[in-house]
């Protein structure tokens, strides 16, 4: 991470789209987005006769109804789908469909029994089939926000369609509204359990601390996916770093890399798993009655309870199947995980498990062991490269959830990459790539032995799925309405689960369960510092913030002067202009003859046509205006130099000519104020944003105090979004400002 934190800047990372500007007349709330193509530059000076009055002097500019040609990608067709499902298995699934590596190594069984495996196998199927059939795949993957899954997706979800999100300033626009916002609109149709949310500033915060804990624990486990199937040290770690240096092309290009790997592994061994069981035991699925898992329970008492956490292993990919969904489609998941995964994977522990109850003595070698001598070779170099290849699933939906804890403006900016023009979610960062590598490195290394590392992979899983469920059953209440008896009964089933799982896991911290937990421990700190910080500036800058009529005050005081030039000042209060501005004012006792506040605002989208990319307004001031670039997840923002200014000035330009205030007006006075452009330009042009600290006065405390000192440290450190204009160094300034704590 690299650049000073822009304190007055719209923000590219952060994709905060703060608005400014609106009129008080009905003719004149109507937005003009014009055509910079075809616009041209005519002189003019600016008149008082055409100052505007703004409603409640705010500034706000709602986005523009966008074209054919900004619109959503459509939906795809079947083939499309179709392949779609075939990348998913190189991406989604490879720590889910790999895990018969590691399962049975990985629970502590002595002297076990037929009825033993046959219980355990019990547990593995009822697992798969309620967590990874039933909650995730049918019920978790309708649960999206925007195309985006995760634990982070789920509580933008709810913050979306509901008054509950903390920073609720800073939201991404988007171009069309759910129904599910507008069904709940009304106050009538407000549940009590919503209102308890809006009402309580403490529910709201545990919710955002659930909705981190599930994101950190994730990252946590993907730190881990790679290192638990290592089989040769140096080998694993020397393929791990090629594997991330890939990731720069994108999801779609390594997935088509790596699903013909992931495809063969999915066939071979369910194949492997059949011949296993009509070799060994035939019988094997009598074990799918659950009274199997109550028998196993009742012989096995707290050991049987113990061993869940090895058996909860055989669904440890689940949740990437959901946080990966940006990257792909809910249709192609499902059809994967239903016609291939699911199917391999009760093949595969039913084959493994026939083998053990013949050989009840090699599970600590379980997988490898139950192949077939003639065919040994070939699969054991598909299990090593889909071993490599299974950590791909948590890389991508970690480059998923940290996009949408930077979008949500819970994390420290940084650089992400969109690798696709057809899918928003398909991304990629640098910064987080490269840390990821050298941890997974670092685990590998360190550990080396597949079931250490198992004793602290399973701990964060049944957690993060618990979480998931507690967040899927708010937004069954409070947005999708379902109804009460089916979400009791959706609770009770999937809680109780995975609440068993997660007792017994815990149970693992000793003996490396730690691991992921200070992972995951660490990066909610990183998240908990940046979000406090962000609260403390925010709720300052809406305290301070300058209005219309303030700025008229300000500019009407003697000894302030209008200086010759061009000035684009940017901003990110929705409600109202920076604090800064007033900062700038009062101590350079000047502003330019034409301001611009300039905000970015970033559409879930994928293109932004140029005609629609530029949204401009009138703020009712002399030469004072209102801007927002309007951007896609594909678009570029590198308007270089003058290219920038001239499309900005030329929309102003137009925006004047045809504004309903002026048709009216007498030509000349048009002619003069659209001259003022070109008259400040050739003045010169600068670019100013804030750069604010905060002040820790003596009256903090110390939790303050080390907080705020946190987020200065990562505020220093993160990405700005003003050089992604391509603004000329010598034409930036940065206005520095004490916010008092």
Not at 395 to 409: N, R
Request: neutral net charge; proline residues 4%.
């Amino acid at each position: 991470m690299s650049g000073g934190g822009g304190g007055g800047g719209g923000e590219r990372q952060g994709g905060t789209a703060q608005e400014l500007g609106a009129t008080d007349s009905a003719a004149n709330k109507r937005e003009i987005v014009v055509n910079v193509e075809s616009s041209s530059s005519i002189p003019y000076h600016y008149s008082n006769r055409h100052s505007l009055r703004l409603r409640n002097s705010a500034f706000f500019i709602p986005p523009a109804p966008l074209t054919v040609a900004s619109t959503l990608p459509k939906e795809m067709g079947r083939w499309e789908t179709v392949v779609l499902a075939y990348k998913t298995l190189g991406v989604v699934f490879g720590g889910l469909v790999t895990s018969p590596l590691y399962v049975y190594p990985s629970m502590p069984l002595k002297s076990p029994t037929e009825q033993d495996y046959l219980g355990i196998y019990s547990i593995m199927f009822w697992t798969l089939t309620l967590i990874g059939v039933v909650k995730y795949t049918c019920i978790a993957l309708k649960a999206d926000d925007q195309g985006e899954g995760g634990t982070f997706a789920l509580y933008s979800l709810l913050c979306r369609n509901m008054n509950i999100g903390l920073l609720s300033s800073k939201q991404v626009q988007t171009n069309s509204s759910s129904s599910h916002s507008v069904l709940l609109g009304s106050t009538e149709n407000k549940s009590r359990l919503r209102m308890f949310f809006e009402r309580s500033i403490v529910a709201r915060r545990v919710l955002l601390f659930i909705a981190m804990l599930g994101t950190c624990m994730l990252i946590g486990d993907g730190i881990l996916t790679p290192a638990i199937s290592a089989l040769v040290e140096a080998l694993s770690a020397g393929v791990l770093v090629v594997l991330f240096l890939l990731q720069k092309f994108g999801t779609s290009r390594v997935s088509f890399m790596f699903s013909p790997i992931m495809g063969a592994w999915t066939l071979c061994t369910p194949l492997v798993g059949i011949y296993s069981i009509i070799k060994h035991y035939p019988s094997i699925f009598k074990a799918l009655s659950p009274h199997y898992i109550l028998r196993f329970f009742w012989r096995n008492g707290k050991e049987g309870w113990l061993l869940l956490g090895g058996t909860v292993l055989c669904i440890t990919g689940s949740e990437a199947l959901f946080a990966d969904l940006g990257h792909f489609n809910r249709s192609s998941i499902q059809i994967a995980f239903l016609l291939t995964i699911y199917p391999s994977l009760v093949l595969t522990y039913a084959g493994q498990t026939a083998y053990l109850i013949k050989n009840p003595t090699d599970h600590d070698d379980g997988f490898y062991k139950f192949i077939p001598t003639t065919i040994y070779w070939p699969v054991f170099i598909i299990s090593t490269l889909a071993a490599i290849v299974a950590s791909q699933s948590l890389i991508s939906a970690t480059f998923s959830v940290i996009k949408q804890s930077v979008v949500l403006d819970y994390f420290p900016k940084i650089k992400v990459v969109h690798t696709s023009s057809n899918k928003e979610g398909e991304v990629y960062s640098p910064e987080v790539n490269y840390i990821l590598m050298v941890l997974c490195v670092a685990v590998i290394l360190i550990f080396g032995d597949g079931k250490d590392i198992g004793n602290a992979f399973g701990v964060v899983v049944s957690l993060v799925m618990l979480i998931t469920t507690i967040l899927l059953t708010l937004v069954m209440i409070m947005i999708w309405r379902t109804p009460p008896w089916l979400v009791a009964i959706y609770f009770f089933i999937f809680f109780t689960m995975e609440g068993v799982y997660a007792s017994a896991v815990l149970s693992k911290i000793p003996e490396g369960g730690w691991i992921p937990f200070a992972i995951s421990f660490i990066l909610a700190f990183i998240m908990f510092g940046w979000f406090y910080g962000r609260q403390k500036k925010m709720e300052y800058e809406l305290t301070h913030k300058i209005d219309l009529e303030r700025l008229g005050m300000l500019l009407s005081e003697p000894g302030i002067q209008r200086v010759p030039g061009l000035c684009f000042f940017y901003t990110n209060i929705q409600d109202g202009l920076t604090p800064i501005l007033g900062h700038y004012i009062k101590n350079m006792r000047s502003l330019h003859t034409v301001t611009i506040f300039t905000t970015l605002r970033y559409l879930l989208v994928p293109k932004v046509a140029a005609h629609e990319r530029i949204v401009v307004n009138r703020l009712g001031l002399e030469g004072v205006y209102g801007c927002v670039i309007q951007y896609g997840y594909a678009d570029s923002l590198n308007l270089e130099g003058d290219g920038f200014v001239n499309q900005v000035t030329d929309s102003l330009q137009v925006y004047i000519q045809n504004c309903p205030d002026n048709l009216t007006s007498d030509h000349e006075e048009v002619q003069e104020e659209i001259s003022a452009f070109e008259e400040a330009k050739l003045a010169g042009v600068v670019h100013i944003r804030g750069k604010t600290r905060f002040y820790i006065g003596n009256n903090c405390g110390w939790f303050d105090r080390s907080m705020l000192a946190f987020y200065e440290f990562l505020h220093g450190n993160c990405r700005s979004a003003l050089p992604a204009l391509g603004v000329p160094l010598s034409q930036r300034i940065e206005v520095g400002m004490l916010y008092e704590a």
